[in-house]
C-alpha cells in the first residue's frame, strides 16, 4: 500500500524527524511504501511531488494541523498525536488503516453544524484574512510574525489585515467592517487576547513563531483547519491546540507580559535613584528616595500581584483578576515571591472558572455572581491556600534559592551563566528562551540581580553574531542576507534575539549551535564576574543609565567575546551561498 506520513512538531523542531524515523520501519514490516513530508524549523520542506500525492492509497498526518491539506482531498486521511506515534508505532498504524476516513474539504459544511470538522475555504479562491499577533513581551515576534503574515498571504493570493498587539497596545486595529468581511480570522498570539470580536466568524489559532517561521503553511492550514468558535465550540477548538498554544505555558506568558513594563520601569527607577550614589536614597526627603520609592517600593511590589492577577485572568477571564491580584500580593507579603505568584494565579483562576462554570444560580441573582460570588469564593480559597498550605514551603524554597545564587562560587555560577547562555540562543524567542528569561525577571523580585544579568548579554549574542558573519564573510551570502545582517545587528544591540531567526530558519544546524556557544561564553563571563542587571530589557542603551548595570566595562567585554565567537564562527563554517533568503516562510 503507498501511504503519506506527514509529522508536524508543535515547536517545529526535532520531535517531527524523531515520529518519522520510529513509524518508517513499522511501515516497512507491514509491507507499506511510505512517502514522508516533515515540518520542522531545522531544515526546508521537501514537498511530495504530484505523481507521490497521486498514487496514495492512505495519508496520516502526525501532530499539528496539516499544511496545504487540501491536496489530500478525496484520499483516506487518519490524523494522530505525536505521542500516540512515539509511543506504540505499529498500533497506531494499524489505527490509521482502520479508522481513516475520506477526506473532503471544501465540502464538509454538514460535519462543521454538527460540530465534528471544519470548513475550509477554497484555496484556489481570493480570501479575505484578518489576523492579530502578540508575543510576551510585544517586542520583536509580535511585529515580524505580522510581516510574515502580510508577506505570506499576498504570495499565495489572499488579502491579509494584521492587528499587532504589542508593548504599545494594539497597532493597525481592525475595523469592524473588516472583521465582519473577513472569511478567516488568524490569531497567531503566545498571550491570552479577547477574541470576542470576532464571533461567529471560522478562527484558527497558532503561536507567533508558527507564523513567523512557517507564515505560508500557517495560512493554507487556516483555511483548511479553521473553526467557528462558540460558547460550546470552545472546548473542542482548545483541544486541538498544542501545549504551547493553551495550557501553563500560555497563562504563564501572559501574567509575565503584564508584569514586565513594571520590572522594567522599576529597575530603571532604582538605578537613577544610584545616580546620586548608592546609599543616597537613605536620605528621607530627596530625590534618590523618591526615586527608590517609586521603583523598589511600588513598581517591584506591584509585580507579583500583576504576575498572580493576569495568571488568572488568562484563565479565567476578568472574574479571576481580583482574586489573582490577592493571591499574588499575599504570595509577595509572607515572603514566597515570583514562584509563590505563579502559584497564586493558577489556583485563583482555576478556582474563578470553576465557580463560573459550575455554580448554578437563580436568575433573579446570577447578575451577583461575578461582582460577589466568583470574587469571594475565588478569593477566600486561594488567600486561606496561601496561608495556610503553600505559602511557608515556598517561602523556605525561594529562601534556599536566593540565598544559594547569592553564595554561588565561581564554579557554580559560571555553569549556571553557561545553562542560562544557551537556553537563550537555542529558540531565539521560543519557549527555552521564554523559560530563561522569566527565570531572571522573577528572581528581580528577590533583588537578585546576577541571573538576569546573564540572560540579557547572552540573548543580544546571536542576532548581534549574524550582523558580524555578513560584514565579516560578505562573500558566502546573497545581498539580500547582508542587508538581513544589518538589521539584526541592529535588533541585537537592542537586546532583540529574533533578529537573528531568518538565518536560524534557513540555515538552523549551523547558526543554532555556534549561538549557543557564545551565549554559553557571555552568560559564563557575565555570572564569573558578577554583573548585575537592575531593567530586564533594553540591551546596550541601558548603559547610559549610570548604575543600571555593574561593572560596565567587563558586562561589555563578555556581549563583545560571545558575539565575536558566534560571528566568526558562522562566517567560517557557513557555505557559500548564491541564493536569496526566502521571504516570509520558514521550514
Not at 520531535?15 to 515540518?39: D, F
Not at 479562491?125 to 510576551?136: G, H, K, L, N, Q
Not at 507579583?304 to 485572568?313: E, F, K, Q
Not at 511557608?392 to 545564587?405: R, S
Amino acid at each position: 500500500m503507498n501511504v503519506i506520513l506527514l509529522t508536524t512538531c508543535p515547536g517545529g523542531s526535532v520531535t517531527s524527524y524523531l515520529a518519522a524515523q520510529r513509524l518508517t520501519p513499522a511501515a516497512g514490516a507491514k509491507g507499506w511504501q511510505l512517502s514522508t513530508e516533515v515540518h520542522s524549523s531545522l531544515a526546508p520542506v521537501e514537498t511530495l511531488s504530484h505523481q507521490t500525492l497521486a498514487a496514495a492509497e492512505l495519508v496520516i498526518a502526525v501532530g499539528e494541523p496539516i499544511a496545504g491539506a487540501h491536496r489530500f482531498s478525496g484520499k483516506r486521511l487518519y490524523r494522530g498525536s505525536l505521542e500516540d506515534a512515539l509511543s506504540d508505532p505499529s498500533d497506531f498504524l494499524e489505527r490509521a488503516a482502520r479508522d481513516a476516513q475520506v477526506f473532503t474539504p471544501l465540502n464538509d459544511e454538514a460535519a462543521s453544524a454538527s460540530g465534528n470538522g471544519p470548513v475550509a475555504a477554497d484555496v484556489s479562491d481570493e480570501a479575505r484574512i484578518v489576523a492579530v499577533t502578540a508575543c510576551p513581551t510585544g517586542v520583536a515576534h509580535t511585529f515580524m510574525a505580522a510581516e510574515a503574515l502580510a508577506e505570506a498571504g499576498r504570495g499565495l493570493g489572499h488579502q491579509v489585515r494584521v492587528e499587532t498587539q504589542g508593548s504599545v497596545g494594539a497597532q493597525d486595529q481592525l475595523t469592524d467592517d473588516e472583521i465582519a468581511q473577513a472569511d478567516l480570522v488568524i490569531l497567531a498570539c503566545d498571550i491570552e487576547v479577547d477574541p470576542t470580536r470576532f464571533a461567529g466568524k471560522r478562527i484558527y489559532r497558532t503561536s507567533t513563531g508558527n507564523a513567523l517561521k512557517k507564515s505560508r503553511q500557517t495560512i493554507e492550514a487556516a483555511l483548511v483547519e479553521a473553526q467557528v468558535e462558540s460558547a460550546d465550540g470552545g472546548a473542542r477548538a482548545e483541544s486541538a491546540k498544542s501545549f504551547k498554544e493553551k495550557g501553563v505555558y500560555k497563562h504563564l506568558l501572559t501574567g509575565v507580559s503584564f508584569m514586565l513594563p513594571m520590572v522594567v520601569a522599576g529597575g530603571l527607577l532604582i538605578a537613577l535613584s544610584f545616580v546620586f550614589g548608592i546609599e543616597a536614597f537613605k536620605e528621607e526627603g530627596t530625590l534618590p528616595a523618591a526615586l527608590m520609592e517609586i521603583g523598589g517600593g511600588t513598581a517591584f511590589a506591584l509585580m507579583v500581584p500583576v504576575l498572580a492577577g493576569y495568571i488568572a485572568y488568562s484563565i479565567a477571564d476578568r472574574p479571576g483578576i481580583a482574586p489573582g491580584m490577592i493571591g499574588g500580593m499575599l504570595a509577595s507579603n509572607i515572603g514566597a515571591g515570583f514562584i509563590g505568584g505563579i502559584l497564586a494565579g493558577f489556583l485563583a483562576g482555576y478556582v474563578a472558572k470553576a465557580v463560573t462554570r459550575y455554580v448554578k444560580l437563580p436568575s433573579s441573582v446570577e447578575s451577583l455572581k461575578p461582582i460577589l460570588i466568583i470574587p469571594l469564593v475565588a478569593s477566600l480559597v486561594t488567600g486561606l491556600v496561601m496561608i495556610y498550605v503553600v505559602g511557608e514551603p515556598v517561602a523556605g524554597v525561594l529562601e534556599a534559592l536566593t540565598a544559594f545564587l547569592e553564595s554561588m562560587g565561581s564554579t557554580n555560577a559560571v555553569l549556571l551563566g553557561i545553562l542560562l547562555g544557551a537556553m537563550m540562543c537555542f529558540d531565539l524567542g521560543g519557549p527555552v528562551n521564554k523559560a530563561a528569561y522569566t527565570f531572571g525577571v522573577g528572581l528581580l523580585a528577590s533583588e537578585t540581580y546576577a541571573p538576569m544579568a546573564a540572560i540579557m548579554a547572552a540573548g543580544m549574542v546571536p542576532a548581534i553574531g549574524m550582523g558580524i558573519a555578513t560584514f565579516v564573510a560578505g562573500r558566502k551570502f546573497a545581498d539580500p542576507e547582508r542587508e538581513a545582517g544589518k538589521a539584526s545587528f541592529v535588533l541585537g544591540l537592542c537586546f532583540i534575539s529574533e533578529g537573528a531567526i531568518p538565518f536560524a530558519a534557513k540555515d538552523p544546524l549551523r547558526v543554532i549551535p555556534i549561538s549557543m556557544l557564545g551565549g554559553a561564553i557571555t552568560g559564563a563571563i557575565s555570572m564569573l564576574v558578577g554583573a548585575k542587571l537592575m531593567a530586564p530589557h533594553g540591551g546596550v542603551f541601558v548603559l547610559l543609565i549610570p548604575n543600571a548595570i555593574t561593572p560596565v566595562l567587563w558586562y561589555l567585554l563578555a556581549i563583545v567575546v560571545g558575539s565575536l565567537v558566534t560571528g566568526l564562527g558562522y562566517a567560517a563554517i557557513k557555505r557559500g551561498e548564491t541564493a536569496s533568503m526566502p521571504v516570509g516562510e520558514g521550514a
